[in-house]
């Protein structure tokens, strides 16, 4: 089945009214027994039914709400509120009639914190439910999926005594959790990865001691031989020069080859018909953003996938006055909700995560950024390749690039830079076995094994580069996806150096997580997969930092002195001029290759200009390598909305071209 028979497939039967007949053998799909007091199951009337009978809900609606039921792994509620069937004062109203209870009042009446912190908040997110108040020797537990609460008694403490039922809206509920509890779920967020995994105990001291050791070393060295000091880094510039222009043409031979066989650049392979599509949750995090919030909300609402199956989370830090307000002041749609992240000792985006990760309600946990345009049929896609693979794919990373590569250079050398990494080197990374460093946007995970690997490392600055290497070293794979998200170049030299800086930073402390125990790494990813991460992290922090040593032999051609032109052979000389010429083509080619789809062919002529685009990464890393001794979980933000294009205009245009 292709990709568009698959979404009119689902269009279509969801859409596919029933027979008059089958309106109440339809109820009975969509609703279960429910418990009465005692625990013992009863029969009380459908939902739908109740809602029919009370005008809030019109027959031939409660028919449609129960054929995407069909079809959807959906509750029927969430079918109702996010086709806007129903409002949801009406939802509950009919669900404390259908179970014989009451619509609970968090604002008015707040629950008791202490037996929330006797089934733990943790327990009662995951739970959907919040322990309010003990009315004689009765605790009344709230929750807001009463078909559930017979299953969810049996998991109350057994101080609890006698557990009855109220109902309120799952927002409800979260926002009275947070409100009592907020210190406690915020230390969960800082630290949900294990310890031996996560940067939160980087030793600044150690680091430091470590950092001043190999100065003294280096001074020294350049002391007693200043000219073996030079040429001892010039060699190693080189080699991690050479090692990394030898990734580059293994990734652009395979592309050649996958080319010349005539193969679609990404693998297609499909499985059976899914029976039921998952809901998928998707995660903002937002800070400090004016402008782009209004634009985000117009983009998400391209996305084709179900209502009801998307669960978009706008992730909004506490003491962020300014987005909240814009959030506020924007007309949110049903299935899109804000989450407020409370005040932490650090303040990053993984912790933000975090924290959101709890409240989702997905099986499948999709990551944007504020600035992004998703592919329309983006998430149909995600569940499809999902779907088609075993459970050791957990994740997916679609493709970036951005709706503004004509403002400037810098943003047109930044376009090549993203599409020689992500339709070139990322490929071939994944052909070769290697450890993918994910970007921050446009991944897609299986939830399961997102919070098998506690979520993500709340003090790294590059979360997702590191949870790329936690996913192999736990044994799963990552697969590159054939879909496009567009979003903003940032192309203002000094934000490009910081966030630069940022990624610099958060590659190195990856890298030094990751080795503290290499015996154990090794063992873990095998020694090729070992092989790659010291290329991808070492070589790559090693090329930016030591590239000054590269740039002086540009004093040669200049008729300028040189400290090692009299101490080399011509024959050296000359094979180092060749590398660097082979390694300047190597980098043009592969960038040519990049940009060969009609879409990007224009900046062909910029690619050569890469050679002056590159040696601002070298301040970056001067930046970064400081904030590591001074400041290392330091968030340098980046600001979204400065160069966007209008509502509507620049969106990604679907399926990966070559």
């Not at 009463?146 to 998991?155: G, H, N, S, V």
């Not at 939160?200 to 001291?205: K, L, T, V």
């Not at 050791?392 to 020689?420: H, K, P």
Request: aromatic content about 10%; proline content about 6%; glycine content about 8%.
């Amino acid at each position: 089945m292709g990709r568009g028979n698959l979404r009119l497939v689902y269009s279509d039967a969801a859409a596919a009214p029933l027979p008059e007949e089958g309106v109440a053998a339809a109820g009975e799909m969509a609703e279960a027994a429910a418990p009465d007091r005692s625990g013992q199951p009863a029969r009380p009337a459908l939902l739908g039914e109740i809602l029919v009978e009370r005008g809030a809900l019109q027959p031939a609606d409660l028919a449609r709400a129960v054929a995407l039921q069909a079809r959807e792994e959906a509750r029927f509620g969430d079918i109702l509120l996010a086709n806007g069937l129903v409002t949801q004062e009406e939802l509950y109203e009919a669900l404390a009639f259908q179970y014989d209870t009451m619509v609970a009042d968090l604002s008015a009446e707040p629950p008791d914190v202490r037996l929330i912190d006797r089934l733990g908040a943790d327990a009662c997110i995951r739970l959907g439910v919040v322990p309010w108040k003990r009315v004689g020797g009765a605790t009344v537990v709230i929750c807001s999926r009463p078909d559930e609460f017979a299953t969810l008694r049996q998991q109350m403490p057994a101080e609890f005594g006698e557990v009855r039922l109220a109902v309120a809206p799952e927002e409800d509920i979260q926002h009275a959790l947070v409100a009592a509890r907020h210190r406690s779920l915020a230390r969960k967020a800082e630290t949900r990865v294990e310890a031996s995994q996560s940067c939160r105990e980087w030793n600044r001291g150690l680091i430091g001691r470590v950092a001043v050791a190999i100065l003294l070393t280096l001074f020294s060295i350049f002391t007693i031989s200043p000219l073996f000091g030079f040429a001892l880094l010039t060699a190693w510039a080189v080699l991690t020069m050479v090692l990394n222009s030898a990734l580059k043409v293994a990734a652009g031979m395979y592309l050649h080859r996958r080319k010349r066989q005539k193969v679609a650049f990404f693998s297609k392979r499909y499985g059976p018909a899914i029976e039921k599509l998952p809901t998928v949750s998707i995660l903002v995090p937002l800070f400090r953003e004016r402008e782009i919030a209004g634009r985000l909300v117009r983009r998400l609402e391209a996305l084709e996938y179900p209502r009801e199956l998307l669960d978009i989370c706008l992730v909004v830090e506490e003491d962020d006055t300014l987005t909240r307000a814009t959030l506020a002041a924007a007309d949110l749609p049903r299935w899109m909700r804000q989450i407020t992240v409370p005040r932490g000792a650090v303040q990053t985006k993984p912790r933000a995560l975090n924290f959101a990760l709890d409240f989702c309600r997905g099986s499948i946990i999709g990551v944007y950024d504020a600035e992004d345009a998703p592919a329309p049929d983006q998430i149909h896609r995600v569940v499809r390749r999902f779907h088609e693979r075993g459970r050791e794919v957990a994740c997916l990373q679609g493709i970036l690039d951005f709706y503004n590569s004509r403002t400037n250079w810098m943003s047109r050398c930044f376009t090549v830079e993203y599409a020689t990494w992500f339709r070139v080197i990322l490929p071939g990374l994944e052909q070769l076995g290697f450890v993918i460093p994910l970007g921050g946007t446009t991944l897609f995970f299986r939830r399961e094994a997102l919070e098998e690997l506690g979520g993500w490392d709340a003090h790294n600055v590059t979360e997702d580069a590191d949870l790329g290497v936690r996913l192999a070293r736990r044994g799963y794979r990552t697969e590159l996806l054939d879909t496009v998200t567009e979003e903003e170049a940032n192309c203002r030299p000094w934000p490009w150096i910081r966030q630069r800086s940022r990624w610099l930073k958060g590659y190195a402390m990856t890298y030094g997580v990751h080795m503290r125990n290499p015996r154990q790494l090794w063992r873990e990813i095998g020694p090729w997969r070992f092989l790659g991460i010291q290329i991808t992290f070492f070589c790559s922090l090693s090329q930016v930092a030591l590239a000054p040593f590269l740039w002086s032999f540009w004093a040669l051609p200049l008729g300028l002195p040189h400290p090692l032109a009299g101490l080399m052979p011509f024959g050296m000389m000359a094979a180092l001029s060749v590398t660097f010429i082979l390694s300047e083509l190597v980098t043009i080619a592969v960038g040519m290759v990049a940009v060969s789809a009609p879409k990007h062919r224009f900046l062909r002529i910029w690619v050569p200009s890469l050679h002056f685009y590159f040696p601002m990464a070298t301040l970056a890393a001067a930046k970064g390598f400081w904030e590591i001794l001074t400041r290392p979980f330091y968030w340098d933000k980046t600001a979204h909305g400065v160069f966007d294009v209008p509502a509507g205009k620049g969106r990604a245009g679907g399926a990966f071209q070559v």
